[in-house]
């Protein structure tokens, strides 16, 4: 792909507390190997010393445009404004406590290329490290041999995203049209990815590129951290989630393939004793006809 022809790649760097973070993102944004992007840099009203480091950051490459959020709207929100501001035909939701391997941009719009018009996300594997960058493991297993196993499903994945998790988000680049058709991210919801994938893949391919591009870290502040745990502050948004496929589901293979996830998010639910969204969740397998003897033990003892 010549340099005139490389579409235009907006990365929406998203930053809430991430200083500690942030130099290593973004320097892993200049240090890309794919040069037609566009920069969008948000910062939800941090308290640390983001700013600072983002403004620095920006005067140095100005090309690359600031917006400093007056007050926290939370990740939905923050990235729509980003989004509503881009102009690229593909867009990176990029938290800034992540890492963008060099090759990840240029790997992943040559795999959009072979996948065709009707690929509306590429994504891939993604290396875990921990608070000081050192190696946890990797998001997919691999066999002895270096290869994905199983291997994540790819092309039409709305029944495999409805039972089960398997997408590392941040390592997702998403077309543009995808986006514009579901109107962005459901900024109702506490948290985006679940309701994407949901929304997206009823109409568009999700194509894996088996390659680590992206560094995902874990610490004690990241969103993955305070799922599943009592009071989780995003269990409300995944029922919600989880009424809209309801109301997506074509076939009964569909419908089955969503009553697994929502019996594994009741028994999570129960499991610590979020009492009211368990009821809900209950009485949405029930709407599945996929309550199994367990559930229901379960359900009299929460």
């Excluded at 391997?101 to 290396?127: H, K, M, N, W």
């Excluded at 921990?130 to 092309?155: I, K």
């Excluded at 076939?251 to 998010?265: K, M, N, P, S």
């Amino acid at each position: 792909m010549s340099a005139a022809s490389a579409p235009l790649v907006t990365v929406v760097a998203l930053c809430y507390n991430h200083a500690r973070f942030l130099e290593a993102a973004l320097t892993s944004i200049s240090a890309q190997t794919y040069s037609n992007l566009e920069v969008i840099l948000v910062d939800d009203a941090s308290t640390d010393d983001s700013p600072a480091i983002l403004r620095r950051y920006a005067a140095a490459h100005p090309s690359w445009q600031l917006h400093l959020l007056p007050e926290n709207v939370g990740n939905c929100r923050a990235f729509n404004h980003g989004f509503r501001q881009s102009k690229g035909e593909f867009l990176l939701d990029f938290a800034t406590d992540d890492v963008l391997l060099p090759e990840r941009i240029s790997q992943q719009i040559r795999q959009f290329a072979q996948a065709g018009p009707r690929c509306g996300v590429v994504y891939s594997d993604a290396e875990l490290i921990d608070e000081d960058g050192r190696h946890v493991r990797n998001h997919f297993r691999r066999d002895a041999r270096g290869q994905l196993h199983p291997l994540p499903a790819s092309g039409l994945v709305f029944t495999e995203v409805l039972a089960r998790y398997f997408i590392s988000t941040p390592t997702m680049t998403m077309r543009r049209a995808v986006l514009e058709e579901l109107g962005g991210y459901d900024e109702t919801l506490a948290y985006e990815d679940f309701d994407f994938w949901v929304r997206a893949s009823r109409n568009w391919e999700f194509h894996l590129l088996p390659e680590v591009t992206t560094q995902k870290r874990l610490h004690p502040q990241s969103m993955s951290r305070k799922g599943y745990r009592p009071h989780d502050p995003y269990l409300a948004s995944t029922i919600r989630v989880c009424r809209k496929a309801l109301a997506l589901c074509r076939t009964e293979q569909e419908r089955a393939a969503l009553a697994v996830r929502v019996r594994w998010e009741l028994r999570q639910a129960i499991r610590y004793r979020n009492r009211p969204e368990a009821r809900a969740l209950y009485q949405l397998l029930r709407e599945l006809r996929g309550v199994r003897p367990l559930d229901w033990l379960l359900a009299l003892a929460r």
